[in-house]
């Protein structure tokens, strides 16, 4: 059987899983960057993050490379490191554990609900009585959706974790807890939020990601860690006989290193055309709201053997992807013949994720264990095209072709 096509070889009116919207209005910002005087370290940097903090109502924005980045840098941030235990919710991209891990912890897999594919309060507790001691959690907020983050901080603060919320679905997402709406970046119930700018995400800096804080603290480490480590800082300086001169003003060329890190840094390229994807944020959110509804009411008549994802009753989803639960034994036909058959009729669709704990990278690492909620939603789950420029007829078009090829 055919392989579905790579992005590169797809034909035109090819509708992708997911991909950017890039207007006339970021083109411009983006050409003038690169007239400007600063193609990095410049002034479009510090706006970017002003923008996002604003935006997501955090203290603090620190912007780098991508999601990626920003997930390591938050994990040395957090001082994880050799010995430490991070618990990572199965259904995530592979980064969730993967930049906590290469900063050196250990990760222990949760299991997730099988219809939201959200981590819920008592695979927190099956997870930690698993493992016994841990150090952080990096919850993820699924396809855009957040699960029940009050009880969920409440668990992880009893055992002393520190909580990172992997939002690189989410932004713009809003949520209930404790009484009040709150928005996902916000840190009311985390100690860090991650985000991405990848161009499949709601909005894009062609690459890009960045990290939200309210303690004062972790921004300066956050800002260490994106660049190499070191600090320009007089007030963090050690050596003062070498950061000084001797009327005691900080020598203007020092720099001092606080502990080896990478260059993480983000272009001013990629913050102009962050910031004006940014200001989009309202309409792509509103957008990606009506087509996910638009999806609903033109699956309803599949239930139950094709249906949406469960949804959580607690948040305002700015939707990241639109996926979709089938019972694929019950259609008689398995996840890859559907998937190539969507592909011959001009349809992306993509499978998010392979749980984690699958991998044979962290089940020889580990053992191989059964989660069953995560094995499930995993069993089910496919993703279907999903972007803020998507025509309701596409969308049409997509669920009635799924609808055939599944003989619903
Ligand atoms: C949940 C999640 N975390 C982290 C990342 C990593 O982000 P990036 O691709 O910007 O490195 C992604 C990217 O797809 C993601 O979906």
């Known amino acids: ?20 919207v890039v207007e006339d209005d970021d083109i411009e910002a983006v050409a003038a960057a690169l007239r400007g005087d600063f193609l990095t370290t410049g002034p479009l940097v510090a706006r970017f993050e002003e923008a996002l903090a604003r935006t997501v109502h955090a203290e603090h924005a620190v912007v780098c490379a991508n999601g990626t980045a920003a997930l390591y840098m938050a994990a040395r941030a957090l001082g994880l490191g050799t010995g430490s235990k991070v618990i990572v919710p199965s259904i995530t991209f592979l980064a969730t554990a993967s930049a906590p891990h290469l900063a050196g912890a250990e990760i222990v897999f949760a299991d997730v609900d099988p219809d939201t594919g959200l981590m819920r309060p008592r695979d927190l507790e099956e997870a930690l009585a698993r493992t016994g001691r841990a150090h952080a959690l990096f919850n993820v907020h699924l396809n855009g959706q957040c699960g029940e983050a009050e009880e969920i901080a409440e668990i992880a603060r009893r055992h002393g974790l520190k909580i990172l919320d992997d939002a690189c679905h989410a932004i713009g997402t809003r ?90 840094r ?8 962050g910031l004006t994807q940014l200001g989009k ?47 694929f034994e019950a259609c008689g036909i398995t996840r890859a013949e559907a998937m190539t058959r969507l592909a011959a009729e001009g349809i992306g669709s993509q499978v998010h994720y392979y749980p984690l704990h699958r991998q044979h990278y962290y089940a020889s690492r580990y053992g191989r264990r059964q989660l069953p909620g995560a094995d499930r939603y995993y069993a089910r789950v496919l993703s279907l095209p999903f972007f803020s420029s998507i025509a309701v007829s596409d969308v049409a078009r997509v669920t009635s072709t799924l609808a055939r090829i599944l003989k619903l």
């Open 281 to 327: 944020l309202p309409r792509f959110a509103a957008r990606r709201r009506a087509l996910a509804a638009a999806y609903d009411s033109l699956l309803a008549p599949y239930a139950p053997r094709l249906r949406p994802i469960g949804r959580t009753m607690t948040c305002r989803p700015t939707w990241h992807l639109y996926a979709v639960l089938i019972d």
């Open 175 to 264: 949520y209930d807890a404790a009484g009040s709406e709150h928005v996902v970046g916000d840190n009311a119930f985390s100690d860090l939020t991650v985000f991405s700018f990848h161009p499949v995400k709601t909005v894009t800096m062609g690459e890009g990601g960045a990290v939200t804080a309210n303690d004062p603290a972790l921004a300066a480490a956050l800002r260490r860690e994106r660049n190499h480590g070191m600090t320009r800082e007089p007030s963090e300086f050690v050596s003062i006989e070498d950061g000084f001169e001797a009327e005691g003003r900080a020598n203007p060329w020092y720099y001092e290193l606080v502990e080896p890190g990478f260059n993480w």
């Open 266 to 273: 983000a272009t001013d390229i990629q913050c102009a055309l």
């Open 1 to 20: 059987m055919s392989q579905p096509l790579r992005r590169a070889e797809q034909k035109p009116d090819f509708l992708p899983y997911g991909r950017q």
